[in-house]
């Protein structure tokens, strides 16, 4: 895409990212959608204009916490209400991950070693168990094509600096708690979410990428949570779901989706906006 004043800079799983001559950052939200470390060759309509809206919504919410790198919403029509001018952030090389509830990677580890990244948990829970109190779980950064790699404390410590590290969970769980608070109000469990954060020219730490969106948040309806297995989601579980039952190796080029996969998926997403934010999407 060509877009006056803007170079695009690069690509990564869902986003494009453009330059000006002020050094600022275009953020573009695509329809692409990834699971598994890869990007599947069906779009979700609107999903980009989802995602970057809801992330608005978060970055105001949880502003008083941690600043963001949000500069305008003004942005070129060609690519209106899916993108973001940003101040570049020098970005930590690790995935903050704060989890509440027992699930996913989490769940495997878990009936391994009764631990997730290393964290001692209770006996007896659950998949979908609530936690006893929401615990910070870091991942590497992978490319696109390679796999993310839970990590514990100690090994984020290596990579970003003990003090980096102990700064950046202490955000991670405060930013999740307070989403945690306001989404149980609005009838959603956040399970559990992925922040990025980096520092910015003055070497404050800010939170970049997106925030609380479901391709970042596993998102429970909170009547229907029960542990002991999947639960009814509003995130991009069940295209996760849809690939392991459809026989696709996990090695190979993922496979199209159904059209009613992306049916499901769109609602679920819009689901998720319309409850958390009380309004349509425009």
């Not at 008083?64 to 942005?75: D, G, L, Q, Y």
């Not at 996990?250 to 996969?261: I, N, Y």
Request: aromatic share 10%.
């Amino acid at each position: 895409m060509t877009l006056e004043g803007w170079k695009h800079f690069r690509s990564g799983k869902v986003r494009d990212l453009y330059t000006n001559e002020n050094g600022e950052l275009l953020l573009v939200a695509s329809d692409r959608i990834s699971a598994f470390d890869y990007v599947l060759p069906t779009p979700i309509p609107n999903k980009g204009k989802l995602l970057t809206q809801l992330s608005l919504f978060w970055f105001e919410y949880l502003q008083e916490i941690v600043p963001n790198h949000i500069i305008a919403k003004a942005v070129p029509a060609e690519v209106e209400g899916r993108a973001v001018i940003a101040k570049p952030l020098n970005m930590f090389a690790i995935e903050c991950v704060a989890r509440g509830y027992l699930t996913g990677s989490g769940w495997v580890e878990y009936q391994n070693s009764q631990t997730v990244c290393g964290i001692p948990l209770p006996a007896g829970l659950l998949d979908g168990s609530k936690l006893p109190e929401p615990i910070f779980t870091p991942a590497t950064k992978a490319d696109i094509g390679d796999h993310d790699e839970n990590i514990d404390f100690d090994r984020a410590a290596q990579i970003v600096g003990v003090e980096n590290a102990q700064t950046l969970r202490k955000l991670t769980l405060a930013l999740y708690t307070k989403a945690h608070d306001y989404a149980a109000t609005r009838g959603i469990i956040l399970a559990d979410t992925k922040f990025e954060f980096g520092t910015d020219e003055s070497g404050n730490i800010c939170l970049g990428d997106e925030a609380l969106t479901p391709d970042s948040s596993r998102f429970w309806s909170a009547n229907e949570w029960k542990p002991g297995g999947s639960q009814p989601s509003f995130d991009k579980q069940y295209v996760r779901d849809w690939l392991l039952s459809s026989g696709w190796d996990r090695a190979s080029a993922p496979p199209e989706l159904p059209e009613d996969v992306i049916a499901k998926t769109q609602e679920r997403y819009t689901t998720a906006y319309t409850l958390l934010t009380g309004k349509a999407l425009i």
